[in-house]
């Protein structure tokens, strides 16, 4: 028996082809959707045992909530907050790494109709002082972390709309201690009614994504945003009622938006949280899908050619039914080695900060390994060239949405405050999302990379996922970025900067076998005239390669001479 809300939002919730799908499906948005009352208590009303989140960490400490269980936490925090002087259009900012306070507080947040901005626990004073100017931060929630709250401490004299500082099982002069408050807060709270009733316009969620210049931009959602996501958890990533969904992100990026609440919660899934140490761990994560017998997962590529370093048989998996993975392009040899070990496709997605799941691999389709699938219903999805016109079949081109006739689910408002970098986005009914594809014949889109990652050589523009798919699929390369580097001729050429495999050394020997090999994989022009090789690749702090931090490393040294 189905025990999920999908029915009160969806006029149809199965379809019997991808086209049927596409024409078809819709999502009835009511008035004045709040998702922590209309989805959260909502859940605890009709079905209060229902779990919604299983929580460990490293250290063997688990806990499991039921909707009853996250009504009655999130309303003791509304009333904590609410006493603070917390109340709707305020903004709060949660770095709350993985713990589950996060999920109790978020919901609380939107109860109260307060703006949530999740923030990654790596951000520093400068970055802290910076958000809380642009977004007005009324309040900071942190883990008992001592350099997090040093910097959110330090940052305090610069941040005048700042008043709170709450920090979990923490002590510290003039910061709030969120368990003994919670201790002491009633665990009722009522639905706000008149001028603090919350609406579908209102500020929900600010995220602080960065673009290729300038600091980075607000990207502003309203209440409805949550049910844009069903889209992404019951579609795409195929959450199953009263399954357990997994999502490998850190709650300060827009990927648990994504994959730890809204669209699973709402399909009926509960949300499965491992709190691992920074440092990831293939064998324990491999563990942990056994243990706790997830039944879908979705991670970024990184984390799979991690997985199948592994002996994969090793572990009990059958509760597994599906595989997504977004964030960055899968190459076909990890897609290969998890079908194989796994009896799974991987089903490859495409979004942004700014959406909902645009494009992607839907249970209908043939998978094709290395490719985002097709549109989102709701998404009208074109590619443009560099003079605004379309691209046929296999040209590359930039992915634009067409919203002249309606804002597809789940995307966002407005860059807020910042009208001049919304417009250059979003004008005219095109959205423009800064990311280069090709469409085939059957169409499939192809991720090439960001437009700012794109090579241009010679007068030929390279895309760096197909040069770092060809050296992947040799031996000596354990992993790979391709960048553009200056030269003064073809004005950049491609580089590859190369992390070998364990028994292989640096040579000129290996660098041509290498360009040889790319040679014969692609076009001939995409090789690599420059190679590197290094222990480890720059990431960001979710896990991605940095081709930025590569780029302009060889762009100083360029300045320097």
């Known amino acids: 028996m189905e025990s999920n809300l999908l029915g009160r939002y969806l006029p149809r919730i199965d379809f019997d082809s991808y086209k049927d799908f596409k024409e078809n499906f819709n999502i009835n948005i009511p008035e004045n959707f709040n998702f922590g009352f ?140 969120l368990d003994l408050a919670m201790q002491k807060a009633s665990d009722v709270f009522e639905r706000p009614t008149g001028p603090e009733a919350t609406t579908n316009d209102d500020t929900m969620l600010l995220y602080f994504t960065s673009g290729t210049t300038g600091m980075p931009k607000m990207v502003r959602h309203d209440n409805t945003y949550p049910l844009g996501h069903i889209l992404t958890a019951k579609y795409w990533q195929n959450v199953q009622d009263n399954g357990l969904h997994l999502t490998v992100a850190d709650t300060g990026w827009a990927k648990t938006a994504w994959g730890k609440i809204y669209g699973q919660w709402i399909a009926g899934s509960a949300v499965f949280v491992y709190d691992y140490n920074n440092k990831f761990d293939a064998k324990k994560m491999l563990t942990v899908l056994e243990r706790y017998s997830v039944t879908t ?162 007068g030929y523009k390279i895309g760096p996922f197909e040069v770092e798919s060809a050296l992947q699929e040799h031996p000596a390369v354990h992993e790979c970025a391709v960048t553009g580097t200056p030269d003064p001729v073809r004005g950049q050429v491609v580089k590859a900067t190369i992390v070998l495999s364990e028994g292989y050394t640096a040579s000129d020997e290996l660098v041509k076998e290498l360009q040889d090999h790319v040679k014969k994989i692609t076009a001939p022009y995409k090789y690599p005239r420059v190679i590197a090789f290094t222990e480890s690749l720059p990431k960001t702090i979710s896990g991605k390669i940095s081709r930025r931090t590569i780029k302009h490393a060889d762009l100083e040294k360029v300045m320097m001479g």
């Not at 979705?298 to 991690?306: E, G, K, Q, S």
């Not at 992915?399 to 689910?409: D, L, Q």
């Open 38 to 177: 209309d989805i959260v208590d909502e859940y605890a009303r009709l079905d209060p045992e229902k779990v919604a989140l299983v929580w460990c960490d490293d250290n063997d400490d688990e806990e499991t909530f039921t909707f009853e269980d996250l009504k009655r936490y999130s309303n003791k925090a509304a009333n904590f907050l609410r006493a603070l002087g917390i109340g709707k259009g305020d903004s709060v900012m949660l770095m709350l790494k993985r713990r589950y306070e996060y999920w109790y507080m978020i919901v609380a947040l939107h109860k109260l109709g307060a703006v949530a901005i999740p923030g990654t626990h790596m951000l520093t004073a400068r970055d802290l002082e910076y958000r809380s100017n642009a977004a007005g931060i009324k309040m900071i929630i942190t883990a008992d972390d001592e350099h997090l709250m040093d910097a959110v401490d330090e940052s305090q004299a610069e941040s005048p709309t700042l008043k709170h500082k709450v920090v979990i099982r923490g002590a510290r002069d003039d910061w709030h201690d």
């Open 297 to 458: 997962f979705c991670a970024p590529a990184t984390v799979y050619r991690m997985l199948v370093r592994e002996d994969l048989t090793e572990y009990d998996l059958k509760h597994l039914k599906h595989l997504c993975v977004a964030g960055e392009p899968l190459y076909p040899e990890v897609f290969a080695s998890v079908q194989e070990a796994m009896g799974l496709s991987i089903h490859e997605g495409f979004g942004q900060t700014e959406t909902a799941v645009a494009l992607a691999n839907f249970p209908w389709m043939e998978v094709k390994p290395g490719s985002m699938g097709k549109p989102s219903p709701s998404y009208d999805v074109e590619l443009l060239d560099e003079d605004g016109l379309p691209c046929a079949d296999g040209e590359e081109g930039e992915i634009i949405f067409h919203t002249e006739i309606r804002k597809p689910f789940g995307m966002f408002c407005e860059y807020y405050n910042n009208p001049k970098i919304t417009r250059s986005a979003w004008s005219n009914g095109i959205y423009r999302t800064g990311d280069i594809a090709w469409r085939d014949k059957d169409g499939y889109y192809w991720y090439v990379g960001r437009a700012d990652d794109a090579i241009k050589s010679s």
